[in-house]
């Protein structure tokens, strides 16, 4: 007899029980990844990883070199975060006696800017060891003895002319000449001009506490002095003639002069106000003082008033020194005027609309 072939049952069972295997596995996989993104969704967002915080430096060690020769002049170590060039610069004078702070200049590179004293190292440096180029500024003078000098020289120089002291005029010629009233009043407006001056320099200006080099003081004695000589020298001189419009021109000069003086005065209180100095400084504002409505019309008020002075005073002694120092002083004072005026520009623009720097509607 033939064997049967197996029967269609026991295939259909085979299939069966291995679908169902089947099943139970995906079953079984359905399951575990429902279980584990229940796990992850129990345990809350991914956190990262956190970063590896790098400890702040809290010294710093100061490099100094000389910024000739490169080489190292010393080695200023243990200085905080918050210390600035001019600490750096006291530290600098204990090693290196020779040199006070007022003297030192600190450079990041050869040739650069000098650091201002105020400057913290840390803002400075990009490690904890900081390399400073060395420059040997000279002889220093504090700028209250500079402008002590410039003022003090011209005021004493004035009136030694004016007593027409021997040597300087003809002794006979002297006596012998009667002077214009104009002679008299002209030493008055000289003095009260310089006396306003270090007056103001004393008890008003809150002069920097920096210093300049020696050269500048030289410069700035010898250009006062001389003129202050050149001046005194004519209008107290025996021959010295009167203005051509005589008392007219002299009274109106002398009145414009005094009023200019007033003015410079009452701006320069106005400016050494603690609100119009510093970093936060506003721009100055008139008050009831009409002296101070020039700040409508201008940003430098105390130059205009200052050139109202010396051209008044230019008119009433009608002499030629007088009006070339005018001239070359109101050039240095527009220059000066126009430097501050684009700084007011950047810092209080909707203060300075239509505003001139020094001469309303011109300049």
């Not at 001189?237 to 003086?261: D, K, M, W």
């Not at 130059?303 to 009006?323: A, C, D, N, R």
């Amino acid at each position: 007899m033939f064997k049967r072939p197996k029967s269609l049952a026991s295939e259909r069972k085979k299939e069966f029980f291995s679908q169902g295997a089947t099943r139970s596995i995906l079953k079984n996989d359905m399951r575990n990844f429902h279980s584990l993104s229940q796990l992850v969704l129990s345990a809350g967002p991914l956190k990262s990883t956190p970063a590896i915080k790098h400890a702040k430096t809290s010294h710093f060690e100061i490099e100094i070199l000389d910024a000739q020769t490169r080489k190292q002049i010393c080695i200023v170590d243990k200085v905080m975060q918050t210390s600035t060039i001019h600490d750096v610069k006291q530290k600098f004078h204990k090693a290196c006696p020779k040199w006070y702070p007022s003297r030192v200049g600190l450079q990041l590179e050869c040739g650069g800017p000098f650091l201002k004293d105020y400057i913290t190292i840390q803002s400075v440096a990009a490690s904890s060891i900081v390399t400073l180029y060395f420059t040997d500024l000279g002889q220093q003078v504090s700028w209250t003895t500079v402008f002590l000098a410039e003022y003090t020289g011209p005021l004493l120089i004035y009136l030694l002319f004016y007593l027409r002291i021997p040597y300087i005029y003809d002794m006979k010629e002297s006596s012998r000449r009667l002077r214009h009233p104009v002679v008299h009043l002209a030493c008055f407006c000289h003095c009260i001009h310089y006396i306003r001056y270090l007056l103001e320099i004393l008890f008003v200006h809150k002069v920097s506490e920096g210093h300049t080099p020696l050269k500048n003081l030289i410069k700035g004695c010898a250009f006062y002095w001389g003129f202050t000589s050149w001046i005194a020298y004519y209008i107290n001189h025996p021959r010295y003639t009167p203005p051509s419009f005589g008392n007219r021109q002299v009274i109106i000069s002398a009145i414009n002069f005094l009023i200019c003086e007033a003015g410079n005065h009452f701006i320069n209180v106005v400016l050494a106000h603690p609100n119009h100095t510093g970093t936060n400084a506003c721009f100055p504002t008139p008050n009831c003082n009409p002296f101070t409505w020039m700040f409508f019309l201008v940003s430098c008020p105390n130059y205009t008033y200052e050139i109202g002075s010396w051209i008044s005073f230019t008119v009433m002694t009608q002499t030629l020194p007088v009006g070339i120092f005018t001239l070359l002083m109101s050039i240095q004072m527009s220059l000066w005027a126009q430097k501050k005026h684009k700084i007011y520009l950047k810092k209080f623009n909707s203060y300075m609309y239509r505003k001139s720097a020094m001469i309303p509607f011109i300049l």
